[in-house]
């Protein structure tokens, strides 16, 4: 009886050693632990000056970061895009989606079948093993293969986008934290200005009640006036220490004993605005990812539909029988799409197709809504900001009479405090307008998502 030598299947032993050689390998990652992510370091400005030129949608010219004259609302957003722990993590959302279009672009494996009979017994004297080869590919792959890497390449549009969109919330909290920080200072130097005054005037009015040329009344009027502005003061300096931690957090929680910021002025806020809003929803980052979301649907619906035909797999076939009797050939495998027509993927493919068109019409519509918010906002607060801020000179100068004659005795301090309080509130109420339409504008462009189209 013949037999087969080994050399047939030292030969696939071999090959297949050859194809598992290109595979990747396991290699463990563990997370770190709670103690070894280390805090943020200080800033430094030429850390930052060749990052920021690429940051486009952010920021449109190349922007140098120097914390020494505080810190101003662009160089916040940059530091942000960089530094924001979440943005760092959610950019790895491209790798994900580049591998997605990678697996929808390789082809299938080919196929290769062996099998060994080995005649025995009796009558099988003079015969020889029979063996059958057969190397066959599966047919199906290929005829949505071009939607799969449509699809894939519209996801990763989408993410990209997706991320930029993130970026740009980010950079637009960051601006937005900056500009209510240097207002909200504003006012705690206002507060602190008026407690030292109103310090000195209750000491004095103190001093006068112990030596019997103030009365009761009187000490208690000044006394509530006092308590007034501290209580204002220390309402201030919460909100300091709730708004300075915010944006710390956004940047990275850096390393400083104090975040300056720079400050703000109200004048640039009183900026008439030019808007397109069908421009600006045109741009909007969050509506493009969409987009790409509903293409890479589209092209996934395409697939599924393709995938509705039968499975043919097509291969070539080579036996020996047991007499030595050689045989080659071909043959076509064809799968029965008796229960199975791949209905479910069509169906799944045209229901989200449907949400994304609802969840893109949903967007559009805040967005118009949010944008016609904001505008009327800033339209109301740019018509009443410059009557506000009118207001104080007259009162500052007012007070300051009024001031000089409750020395000489020629008006009761009742009257005095009335203007005093109302001028303090005047100064906090415009500092309060200007902030609010200052972060209106950033609102809008916020809502824009991604193009800044104010512009004075």
């Not at 799969?148 to 740009?168: F, P």
């Not at 801020?389 to 009761?412: C, F, K, N, T, W």
Request: proline residues 4%.
């Amino acid at each position: 009886m013949t037999r087969v030598g080994p050399t047939w299947l030292l030969a696939l032993v071999q090959f297949g050693l050859l194809v598992a050689g290109g595979c990747a390998s396991f290699v463990a990652a563990p997370l770190p632990r709670e103690a070894e992510v280390a805090p943020r370091r200080a800033f430094t400005a030429s850390r930052f000056r060749v990052a920021t030129t690429e940051l486009q949608r952010v920021a449109r010219a190349p922007i140098e970061v120097d914390l020494g004259d505080g810190l101003d609302p662009d160089e916040a957003a940059v530091l942000a895009v960089l530094m924001n722990y979440d943005l760092i993590a959610a950019r790895e959302a491209h790798g994900e989606a580049s591998a997605q279009l990678l697996i929808a672009g390789i082809l299938p494996n080919p196929r290769l079948d062996a099998g060994l009979n080995h005649p025995y017994g009796a009558g099988s004297a003079g015969t020889t093993n029979a063996l059958n080869l057969s190397l066959s590919m599966d047919l199906k792959p290929f005829i949505a293969r071009s939607a799969r890497r449509n699809a894939a390449s519209k996801t990763i549009e989408q993410v990209d986008l997706g991320i930029a969109w993130h970026e740009w919330q980010i950079a637009q909290d960051a601006r937005l934290l900056v500009v209510r920080l240097g207002w909200i200072r504003k006012r705690l130097k206002l507060a602190r200005d008026e407690l030292e005054f109103m310090q000195q005037a209750s000491n004095a009015t103190s001093a006068a009640s112990r030596s019997g040329d103030a009365t009761l009344d009187t000490l208690g009027l000044q006394q509530a006036a006092l308590e007034r502005v501290r209580r204002a003061l220390n309402e201030l300096e919460q909100t300091d220490v709730d708004t300075d931690s915010a944006l710390r957090s956004l940047l990275g929680n850096p390393v400083l004993d104090r975040l300056e910021v720079s400050e703000p002025s109200s004048s640039a806020a009183l900026d008439a605005w030019v808007l397109d809003i069908e421009s600006c929803l045109e741009g909007r980052l969050d509506l493009l990812a969409l987009r790409r979301g509903h293409e890479a649907g589209e092209e996934r619906l395409r697939a599924a539909v393709l995938e509705q035909f039968p499975a043919v797999s097509v291969g070539l076939a080579y036996q020996r029988s047991e007499v030595a009797l050689n045989f080659i050939g071909g043959f076509v495998t064809v799968e029965l799409p008796v229960f199975d027509r791949n209905q479910g993927a069509v169906k799944l493919g045209e229901a989200s197709r449907r949400r994304l068109e609802y969840e893109y019409a949903a967007r559009v519509a805040n967005a118009r809504g949010d944008l016609d918010r904001l505008l009327r906002f800033a339209s109301l607060l740019r018509r009443q900001l410059p009557d506000v801020e009118q207001s104080v000179a007259p009162l500052a100068e007012i007070e300051l009479r009024e001031r000089e004659a409750v020395v000489h005795g020629d008006i009761p301090l009742l009257s005095y405090q009335a203007v005093r309080g109302t001028l303090f509130d005047q100064r906090l109420q415009a500092t309060v307008m200007a902030q609010a339409l200052a972060e209106a504008r950033i609102g809008v462009e916020t809502t824009c998502g991604g193009e800044r189209q104010t512009r004075p």
